[in-house]
């Protein structure tokens, strides 16, 4: 059997998978088994953002697995130590963290520690957003094609619009936990927040004596153009939820948190691998090679220059594009999955969001030549209808 064969035989069933095998990338580029480039766009959903296979990463991991890969945290260790001295120092306030694998559990810790924090059930959530699918992080997701087949859900979310600051005034009350946001909404869209609209949260939140926790999973490290997209906006919020390219591609998740979150005593909450070794030098490393690399820097001047060449597009099938950094939303008139497919064909990898925008979260390392293929590649898709069909 081959590699995709045997993949078909076992695997969940869970992904619609494209007959591609990717054995190696480098920078925004991924190999397949024959050694053909593709530039990628989909950075492994946002993951990505220092490019594959950052050197410094690579040696990190390699070094640190010869010495210590796993400690649960009732113990202290050198890497974890030099993990949060860093991260508790990237967002003023915010200085303390929680240690997790992933995106969701990073939201479901922020939920359940907004919950022993104010006494209070009630977590609001906005339309359109997604925060993962285990089921606290699902129940906070709006879209019925993550719900569907999973109800009941968890007691206690509603959701309200985005951008909407009248609803948000509604919806918040003295028995509201918290208001779970992200800054710039990916799989619904990708939809920035009004800086207005998360200053109206954060002054709601405070009158009502609700937490804002911003779920910068997909936004976060670099994407948008700052370090965290919530710093464009001026607004401290109490929790700050990361994962995605937080370790450099190695599973991590984390929740950085204000002294206005309480009550979190020992064994309240925890995880297995949470803050092991392995995943806190990836993580130095990386957020290392961020800041010498002035990752966000990068993704303010490329996304500049992507978003004038998209809208420069002669294209009529666009409707809008949108984002901020390098998350970016190309809106079309209809269904935007043959043209993700034409192109793949094209040796171009795209994300949809939704059923008509195509996101772009490439690599921030990505060259000006490769984002100018990029471009080069969707005038060509959306100016030839045999894509459509
Ligand atoms: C990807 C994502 C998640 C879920 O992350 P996982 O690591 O897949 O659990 C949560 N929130 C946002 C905004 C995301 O983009």
């Not at 906070?140 to 719900?147: E, G, I, S, V």
């Not at 490769?370 to 898709?381: F, K, N, P």
């Amino acid at each position: 059997m081959n590699i995709i064969e045997i993949e078909s035989k076992h695997t969940s069933g869970l992904y619609g998978k494209q007959p591609i095998i990717f054995v190696r990338g480098q920078g925004a580029s991924l190999f397949d088994i024959d050694g053909i480039e593709y530039i990628d766009c989909n950075s492994g959903h946002g993951v990505a953002n220092l490019g594959h296979a950052h050197p410094k990463v690579a040696a990190a991991i390699a070094d640190q697995a010869t010495k210590l890969i796993t400690l649960f945290e009732t113990f202290y260790n050198d890497q974890r130590a030099a993990l949060m001295d860093k991260m508790g120092n990237l967002v003023p306030g915010l200085d303390r963290v929680f240690f997790c694998n992933s995106g969701t559990e990073s939201n479901e810790a922020a939920i359940k520690f907004a919950r022993l924090s104010t006494g209070r059930s009630q977590i609001v959530a906005a339309m359109r957003g997604f925060h993962g699918r285990t089921l606290g992080a699902l129940s906070a997701t709006h879209n019925k094609k993550y719900r569907e087949g999973f109800e009941p859900l968890v007691p206690g979310f509603s959701h309200v619009p985005f951008n909407n600051i009248e609803a948000l005034e509604k919806a918040i009350t003295e028995e509201t936990a918290a208001f779970l946001v992200e800054v710039v909404q990916g799989e619904g869209g990708v939809y920035p927040a009004d800086v207005a609209y998360m200053q109206a949260a954060r002054r709601i939140c405070d009158e009502k004596g609700a937490l804002l926790i911003v779920d910068e999973v997909q936004s976060g490290f670099g994407r948008t153009g700052k370090l965290f997209a919530v710093q464009h906006t001026g607004v401290q919020p109490d929790m700050l939820c990361c994962a995605k390219s937080l370790a450099g591609g190695v599973p991590m998740g984390a929740v950085l948190f204000a002294p206005t979150v309480k009550n979190l005593a020992p064994g309240a909450h925890g995880s297995t691998f949470g803050g092991n070794p392995l995943s806190c030098a990836a993580a130095v490393a990386a957020l290392t090679a961020m800041e010498e690399e002035d990752l966000p820097g990068q993704a303010a001047a490329k996304g500049e220059y992507l978003m004038k060449k998209l809208r420069e597009l002669d294209a009529p099938l666009i409707r809008e594009v949108r984002g901020l950094g390098l998350m970016i939303g190309i809106e079309l008139k209809q269904k935007v999955m043959p043209y993700i497919r034409a192109l793949q064909d094209k040796k171009i990898l795209a994300l949809n969001a939704g059923l008509t925008t195509i996101r772009l979260l490439p690599p921030l390392v990505i060259t000006y030549e490769q984002l100018d293929r990029v471009v080069e590649a969707i005038g060509e898709v959306l100016n030839n209808d045999s894509a459509a069909e």
